[in-house]
T-cell receptor, first 114, second 113 residues
Framework: DADVTQTPRNRITKTGKRIMLECSQT?????MYWYRQDPGLGLRLIYY???????NKGEISDGYSVSRQAQAKFSLSLESAIPNQTALYFC?????????????FGEGSRLTVL | QQPVQSPQAVILREGEDAVINCSSS?????VHWYRQKHGEAPVFLMI?????EQKGHEKISASFNEKKQQSSLYLTASQLSYSGTYFC??????????????FGKGTHLIIQP
C-alpha cells in the first residue's frame, strides 16, 4: 500500500460544484502539503500544515481551503470549482527539521472542471 | 520566488552527459532536486544545504553555489531510465524548514537509445 494516498485519483465536475480532495499518510510525518501541477508551470504550493493546529497559505491559495483533521489526514477543498482549477493535484509529506526534508508525494488527483 | 531552470528541454543519446541549472534572484538556504516520469509523482533525488556542498547519487550529482544562488544537476553517462522531467525546489533566506518548497518549471530530459 502507498504511504501517501490521495482520493479520488480522477474527478470530473462542473463549474460551481464543491469538491474535496483527500490525502492520508502512514509515514507519521507532521508536515503535509498540497501542490498543484499545470503543464509548463511546475509544481505550485497551495497550502501547507506543520501540525493539526498549524495551517499556512502557499503562493496560490485563492479559491482553495484546507482542513487538517488529524496528523495523518489533510484535505483540500474547492468551494466553487472553476475551469481554471483544472489541474493535477499532489499531496506530499515531510519530516520536520531545520530544512524542508524529502517530500513524499501521493500519486496525484487529476481534476477536470467543465 | 520561482527559481529559473535551464534548459527547458534537452535530448541526449544514451551515454551522453547532461547539466541542468537552477538559479534564483534570492539568497537560498537549500536546493532540492526531484525527477518526475510521465504519469507519476515526483521522486526525490537530493538536497543541498547552504555551504556549497556537492552531493552524488549513483551517476547523478549536484552542486550548490550559495553566492551565486545557483545549483546544477549533473547526469553522467545517461541511461534510458534518466528520462523524465527534473525539478529544482528552493528555500529562501537564512534558514529553512519554515515554508514549503518553491519549484521551478522543470527541465524535460529525453534519452534516446
Amino acid at each position: 500500500d502507498a504511504d501517501v494516498t490521495q482520493t479520488p485519483r480522477n474527478r470530473i465536475t462542473k463549474t460551481g460544484k464543491r469538491i474535496m480532495l483527500e490525502c492520508s499518510q502512514t509515514k507519521g510525518h507532521d508536515r503535509m502539503y498540497w501542490y498543484r501541477q499545470d503543464p509548463g508551470l511546475g509544481l505550485r504550493l497551495i497550502y501547507y500544515s506543520f501540525d493539526v493546529k498549524d495551517i499556512n497559505k502557499g503562493e496560490i491559495s485563492d479559491g482553495y481551503s484546507v482542513s487538517r483533521q488529524a496528523q495523518a489526514k489533510f484535505s483540500l477543498s474547492l468551494e466553487s470549482a472553476i475551469p481554471n482549477q483544472t489541474a493535477l493535484y499532489f499531496c506530499a509529506t515531510s519530516l520536520a527539521g531545520v530544512a524542508t526534508g524529502e517530500l513524499f508525494f501521493g500519486e496525484g488527483s487529476r481534476l477536470t472542471v467543465l | 520566488q520561482q527559481p529559473v531552470q535551464s534548459p527547458q528541454a534537452v535530448i541526449l543519446r544514451e551515454g551522453e552527459d547532461a547539466v541542468i541549472n537552477c538559479s534564483s534572484s534570492k539568497a537560498l538556504y537549500s536546493v532540492h532536486w526531484y525527477r518526475q516520469k510521465h504519469g507519476e509523482a515526483p521522486v526525490f533525488l537530493m538536497i543541498l544545504l547552504k555551504g556549497g556542498e556537492q552531493k552524488g547519487h549513483e551517476k547523478i550529482s549536484a552542486s550548490f553555489n550559495e553566492k551565486k544562488q545557483q545549483s546544477s544537476l549533473y547526469l553522467t553517462a545517461s541511461q534510458l531510465s534518466y528520462s523524465g522531467t527534473y525539478f529544482c525546489g528552493t528555500e529562501e533566506g537564512e534558514s529553512g524548514g519554515a515554508d514549503g518548497l518553491t519549484f521551478g518549471k522543470g527541465t524535460h530530459l529525453i534519452i534516446q537509445p
